[in-house]
């Protein structure tokens, strides 16, 4: 059974840092992986997506520059390291991942609508 399991959020002021984690398990190795939030009363959207254990990276537009996302594939572990948050950041983040996805599905803009597995989501709240 694959779960997917974030950690990492919280809240800071804006200009802060976090880092997310995603670990993996019941898998041996996804070679899509993302990170998707959602605002309160907003759709869920995608912020950045890696591919072929790291070959690949794509951001939205909204956190281009700011946020890097790397995968550890020893650990079965992807990343999302934040920096100069701001208020518009607060959501809840949701890691997903997939293991057999073409390298086109994995590029955003994505609402992961069609990843099979999903983390249960982590809060990160930026205050100004």
């Known amino acids: 059974q694959v779960q997917l399991m974030e950690s990492g959020g919280g809240s800071v002021q804006a200009g802060g840092s976090l880092r997310l984690s995603c670990a993996a398990s019941?898998?041996?190795?996804?070679?899509?992986a993302g990170w998707f939030r959602q605002p309160p009363g907003k759709e869920r959207e995608g912020v950045a997506t890696?591919?072929?254990?790291?070959?690949?990276?794509y951001y939205s537009d909204s956190v281009k520059g700011r946020f890097t996302i790397s995968q550890d594939n020893t650990k079965k572990t992807v990343y999302l390291q934040m920096n100069s948050l701001k208020p518009e950041d607060t959501a809840m983040y949701f890691c997903?991942?997939?293991?057999?996805?073409?390298?086109?599905?994995?590029?955003?803009?994505?609402?992961?609508?069609?990843?099979?597995?999903w983390g249960q989501g982590t809060q990160v709240t930026v205050s100004s």
């Open positions: 890696i591919y072929g254990g790291g070959d690949f990276t």
């Open positions: 019941g898998y041996t190795y996804n070679n899509c």
């Open positions: 997903a991942a997939d293991v057999g996805r073409l390298h086109g599905g994995c590029s955003l803009p994505l609402t992961g609508v069609d990843f099979p597995y």
